[in-house]
């Protein structure tokens, strides 16, 4: 919700339509979470990676993949698929034409999550 000023006509779209928008848009942002994470967990051989020591391989998959999905699917909805455009406040990444700022969530958001669920993995594993 937070980004809705940088895309174009939320700000005058009606309030429960930005709201279903977004939770579709939170939702497919799950999914790549979710499938980078898997796809971390495939290269490992490890479905609990999360929980151990990080090897930077490991970790440069997970946001590799999130990344890669994420500039494919925001170059798609600005281009073909018409799904959405940016406003003029937008910054713009030149050599992708595409939005700064999905780009951002995606490396900020799954850092802090990802330490997250580790903390509260070893956090019960702990008190186990």
Not at 60 to 66: E, K, R, W
Request: aromatic share 16%; hydrophobic share 55%; proline share 5%.
């Amino acid at each position: 919700m937070a980004q809705v000023p940088f895309f174009s006509g939320m700000a005058e779209a009606r309030h429960w339509d930005v709201v279903w928008l977004c939770t579709r848009a939170t939702v497919g942002d799950a999914n790549i979470a979710f499938g980078a994470y898997v796809l971390a967990a495939l290269f490992v051989k490890d479905w609990l990676w999360i929980a151990k020591p990080w090897r930077l391989s490991t970790l440069s998959i997970y946001l590799a993949v999130g990344l890669t999905i994420t500039i494919l699917f925001e170059y798609w909805a600005t281009g073909a698929g018409q799904r959405w455009n940016y406003s003029g406040l937008m910054p713009d990444v030149p050599l992708l034409s595409i939005g700064a700022l999905p780009l951002v969530q995606w490396v900020v958001i799954p850092i802090l999550l990802i330490y997250t669920v580790k903390w509260m993995f070893l956090g019960w594993q702990i008190s186990k």
